[in-house]
């Protein structure tokens, strides 16, 4: 027996609720207004008996904040709880009728389908038939699932291979670089939507090689005259100093000019083999002259071209040739030119010091030849080496220049649509290749060929039942008929069987209607359309019934019933207490929601003259936030009239009882309504909306009865004014709207009693 509903969270408006101090006994009864979750518990304990998590995850509170939580009490203090999507354990002794039990096995919006005639052999078959029929549920079940699992698989890859079969793509082959030629691809969809600006990008251009002429070089330090004397200019500096003239020697410079080289021009004296004149012709040649003149600016020379300036300017090209390619690099991949300057200035260093040491030379002896040819093959070796290294890094950037020449040309014919395509390709080449997908289709072939297995299995346990099926369904016939008979319908079911025209058995039957066939599909007339609501609720009311009674084990029941009474006339809502009380009687425990609080009563008391004690009564209550919780209920209370309870609901509101605001201010006017067509039965219009009504008495000439209440006009109107504007009647759009001042509304609530109490307005002075 379910002895307690301890507490559910976050399932529909079930969001907290608490039912632990509310025992359920043999009989329990449970009141709520429709939307307060009756169907909502009643779907909990169909998921308890079933196992099927779905019907409480597919009621997960909207703007709840907990998950889908359930823990039951049975019997003994046996917990059994839902948690994360399972039950701890099912509850197979849970029999519920509910809109579920009617849309799974009798009709579905007053059609009759082929599985709703499959569900129902559920509730016809005797226990070796439930067998039979478990083992081809069983064998059809693995089936569906085989096959539910083959179209799983087949729609998981269904995002995969859009645009190709599975076959093809199955056979893509895997790309190793696929990334890089989407990326690559993805620059020149880029580069052919802005060809206008990458025209106009920077493109790198070589730098200007360093010169240095070897050959002019040597032919300078080889040269010498022989006509000069190597101690001449010490000779000539030593006299012009013991002269002690600075105009000493441009004197014996013209002085040379008078030279015959025999004889002095001053003293006519012998000049043959004078060491002195001799070293002046020397000092004074004039090709001697250039010569120094020359060799002076050899080391100039090469500090200017092998100095550490010449790897700097073209160490800053080979940059400045970089940033331009660099620029290219989102659309196109260059590499960068590569200038080893470190090795280039050690090479410069070297040949430096090289030809520096030969100039050295050379000015220590301008007329003598300096530098051998080892020395000439040495520097140009090392220059070359050089060389080499400027002209590998403008091969690189030539060949950079050349790549983005290149890219631009072909921006002209590129074709971004095809460009698009080919990146989706590739895209598809490496989502066949993920694990995920490789598991997929590998679970896909194993998944096709357990569905054949179990199709044969399915055969087999079909044949079995079909023997069984038969003579179950004329006894299942007879019972139903005769709870029909007793319900006062005008109708009955006839040629009740069963056959396997679809993938699992299902029941076959007709109606009979005025001695007419009617079938439950086609016509017209046709199941949708000959029956009634009330008509077809009883119907599979009566199936639920003839099989709840029928059922072996009804002692071992606990029989569950949401909203009996829904769309039943009065003559069936008397049937309806007798069947409940039947079941009563030999089921282990019973549980009725409804939301007739009239049946509800009706039901305790034919239910609680054997034992009070046995039936237990409450209620699902709105409670903060807008949801339900189980509460108590006097059920006496709940029926009262509407003028009572609106009395009620004020006189609870004024005296500090918690009460939600909403329906306090909207049982104002009603109150006040009732109470003056109490006061004047039959006198005032029943027609007429309050604020009509207030105007009606107003207007009123004596000696008109209603006219002893024209002393309250004014205070009605008020309380009009203020109440009028929660119902939709008065203010249609925004009644659900306006917001409720506690203090206000607790002012007018005391106002509006006092003229039900005391049947005037209190003087304020």
């Not at 998944?447 to 179990?454: A, I, L, Q, R, S």
């Not at 903060?624 to 309870?645: L, Q």
């Not at 049982?667 to 007429?688: C, N, S, T």
Request: hydrophobic share 40%.
């Amino acid at each position: 027996m379910l002895e307690r509903i301890e507490q559910i969270q976050g399932v529909g408006l079930l969001h907290d609720a608490n039912g632990k101090p509310y025992k359920l006994h043999k009989a329990a009864l449970l009141y709520a207004e429709n939307g307060r979750g009756k169907s909502t518990l009643a779907s909990i304990l169909r998921s308890a008996a079933t196992g099927n998590g779905t019907l409480i995850q597919g009621r997960a509170t909207v703007d709840g904040t907990h998950q889908p939580n359930v823990l039951l009490q049975f019997g003994s203090g046996h917990k059994v709880s839902f948690s994360a999507g399972v039950w701890s354990e099912l509850r197979s002794d849970l029999l519920v009728f509910d809109s579920d039990f009617i849309e799974n096995n009798v009709h579905s919006g007053g059609s009759v389908s082929t599985d709703h005639r499959k569900n129902l052999l559920e509730f016809a078959l005797g226990e070796d038939a439930v067998a039979a029929r478990k083992d081809v549920d069983k064998a059809t079940l693995a089936v569906q699932v085989a096959s539910n699992q083959v179209k799983a698989l087949t729609s998981q890859l269904s995002g995969h291979h859009q645009g190709v079969t599975i076959g093809a793509f199955e056979k893509l082959a895997f790309i190793s670089d696929a990334d890089e030629q989407i990326e690559e691809l993805q620059k020149r969809i880029v580069a052919a939507n802005s060809i206008e600006a990458i025209a106009g990008k920077p493109v790198p251009t070589p730098v200007p090689e360093p010169t240095l002429n070897i050959d002019a070089l040597f032919t300078l330090l080889g040269t010498s005259l022989d006509d000069v004397q190597e101690d001449a200019e010490t000779i000539v500096r030593s006299h012009v100093v013991a002269l002690g003239s600075a105009s000493a020697e441009s004197w014996l410079s013209q002085g040379q000019g008078f030279d015959g080289g025999v004889t002095c021009p001053y003293c006519a004296q012998g000049t043959v083999g004078n060491e002195i004149i001799r070293a002046y012709r020397t000092h004074f040649n004039a090709a001697y002259a250039e010569l120094k003149k020359k060799v002076a600016q050899i080391e100039q020379g090469i500090a200017v071209r092998t100095g550490a300036a010449v790897v700097e300017t073209f160490a800053q090209g080979t940059s400045k040739a970089n940033i331009a390619a660099a620029g290219w690099d989102d659309l196109v991949k260059i590499d960068s030119a590569l200038f080893d300057r470190e090795t280039a200035a050690s090479i410069l260093l070297e040949l430096q010091s090289l030809l520096k040491g030969l100039a050295a030379q050379k000015q220590a002896s301008p007329a003598d030849p300096v530098g051998s040819e080892q020395d000439r093959f040495l520097a140009e070796n090392l220059w070359l080496s050089f060389l080499q290294l400027t002209r590998v890094a403008n091969g690189q950037i030539m060949a950079a220049s050349a790549t983005i020449e290149a890219f631009r040309a072909k921006l002209a014919t590129e074709n971004v649509q095809k460009l698009h395509a080919q990146i989706e390709n590739l895209q598809m080449a490496k989502r066949r290749h993920t694990p995920e997908v490789f598991a997929i289709l590998t679970e896909l072939a194993l998944v096709k060929t357990k569905t054949g297995d179990e199709e044969k299995r399915k055969k087999d346990a079909r044949d079995k039942l079909d023997a069984l099926m038969k003579a179950t369904l004329r006894q299942y016939e007879r019972s139903i008929n005769a709870l029909l008979k007793k319900f006062g319908a005008s109708f009955s079911i006839e040629k009740m069987d069963a056959n396997f025209r679809g993938s699992a058995p299902r029941s076959e039957y007709g109606l009979l209607l005025r001695g007419k066939s009617i079938p439950l599909e086609g016509g017209p007339p046709s199941f949708a359309t000959a029956l009634s609501e009330g008509d077809k609720r009883t119907l599979a009311f009566a199936f639920f019934v003839a099989s709840t009674l029928g059922d072996l084990n009804i002692s071992q029941r606990v029989v569950v019933i949401d909203d009996p009474m829904c769309s039943l006339d009065i003559n069936r809502k008397q049937q309806t207490k007798t069947v409940v009380k039947d079941i009563y009687t030999k089921a282990k425990q019973i549980i009725v929601l409804a939301h007739d609080a009239y049946f509800i009563r009706d039901l305790y008391y034919a239910l609680s003259q054997r034992d009070p004690s046995q039936v237990s009564v409450f209620q699902l209550q709105y409670t903060h936030g807008g949801y339900s919780d189980f509460a108590k209920i006097d059920i006496n209370v709940e029926c009262e009239s509407a003028y009572y309870k609106h009395h009620r609901l004020l006189m609870d509101f004024v005296s500090g009882k918690c009460c939600d605001h909403g329906p306090v201010a909207k049982a104002i006017r009603p109150l006040l309504e009732g109470y003056l067509h109490r006061r004047f039965p039959g006198l005032v219009p029943k027609d007429q909306m309050f604020g009509q009504v207030v105007s009606f008495i107003r207007d009123a000439k004596a000696p008109h009865p209603v006219t002893f209440a024209q002393n309250l006009i004014d205070e009605l109107q008020e309380l009009n004014d203020y109440a009028g504007q929660f119902h939709h009647d008065t203010n249609p759009g925004n009644a659900d709207t306006v917001q409720i001042v506690p203090a206000e509304l607790r002012a007018f609530s005391e106002r509006a009693l006092n003229i039900v109490h005391r049947g005037n307005v209190p003087n304020c002075n």
